[in-house]
């Protein structure tokens, strides 16, 4: 087979590299689509496929750490997989994290009513007490705080809302009156939140972070993992789409729909609107002015 090898893509030194870590020669690259973040790209041996990005930030090799912390974190639950991480390593290209290839293809009613219960038993593994990670990682390209605190309203507002309201306001993207003081984003919460159990959850999944394989089985792909509450994985499915029938109707067999949960999916689509926001600017900012008035006024 003829090497596919674009030079705007692979340096011949990364090549070499690579083939260095894996141990063989490759026979050819082929780009991935869908690398919003990093280059993505397959990389064909004789015998295997493997999935790799690379990333020339100065933020990536903390990037793809914490992503295969995250993949290897849900594997350990043994209730959904996620791709096997084979190695991270840096080249004067850039950062970059290898991993097993998934071949994905269209999901059935079943496979999805397999993922809603394999996410649910994720959602139930015994995780501890407290919210939040040993480690912080990342939302796309913004830095994620995992602080922890035994309080669930607590983390929700001074790890994931505050931080991505001041990120807003000093890009500009929010006044200073239309950011909600401390006391009043907790308040607005407490009236909301019964007691929760913590869940150790995805953190952003979204209908491109996830995939069914040939053989029908669900895996989960570039987690924002934390220990958090199980509802803020269901509401992020919603506030795109990309997730059927099937999947609700499985996962709400171990979770029931509890009293506020459309209330709380909207603070908790909040946090995704804002991230948006201050990733991809204004066009987002109607829909996050709303949500605070609504809620938090």
């Not at 909040?270 to 201050?278: A, D, Q, R, S, T």
Request: hydrophobic letters at 35%; proline letters at 4%; charged letters at 20%.
């Amino acid at each position: 087979m003829d090497l596919i090898f674009p030079e705007s893509m692979i340096s011949s030194s990364f090549k070499h590299h690579l083939e260095h870590v894996l141990g063989c020669p490759i026979t050819r690259f082929e780009p991935v689509s869908g690398g919003d973040i990093s280059k993505a790209f397959c990389i064909y041996t004789a015998t295997n496929r493997f999935f790799s990005k690379i990333n020339q930030s100065d933020l990536a090799k903390e990037m793809f750490l914490t992503e295969k912390l995250s993949l290897d974190s849900i594997n350990q639950t043994n209730t959904i997989k996620a791709p096997e991480v084979i190695h991270l390593g840096q080249h004067h290209d850039g950062s970059y994290i290898i991993m097993e290839y998934v071949e994905s293809k269209s999901p059935s009613s079943k496979e999805m009513e397999a993922f809603g219960h394999q996410l649910a038993a994720m959602h139930k593994y015994e995780i501890g007490s407290s919210f939040g990670r040993e480690q912080d990682n990342f939302i796309g390209t913004l830095q994620q705080s995992n602080k922890k605190h035994s309080d669930w309203v607590q983390f929700y507002v001074g790890e994931r809302l505050l931080p991505q309201l001041r990120l807003a306001r000093s890009k500009e993207l929010l006044s200073s009156n239309e950011i909600p003081k401390e006391i009043g984003l907790l308040k607005g919460c407490e009236r909301l939140f019964p007691k929760i159990k913590p869940s150790l959850i995805h953190g952003d999944l979204w209908s491109g972070n996830y995939l069914i394989n040939n053989e029908g089985v669900p895996f989960l792909i570039d987690p924002a993992l934390y220990v958090g509450h199980y509802e803020v994985d269901m509401s992020m499915t919603q506030l795109f789409g990309g997730f059927s029938s099937p999947f609700y109707k499985a996962y709400e067999t171990h979770f029931p729909k509890e009293i506020l949960h459309n209330e709380r999916k909207d603070i908790y689509q909040l946090y995704y609107l804002l991230v948006h926001l201050n990733l991809f600017g204004k066009s987002y900012s109607q829909a996050v002015k709303q949500l605070l008035k609504i809620y938090f006024n």
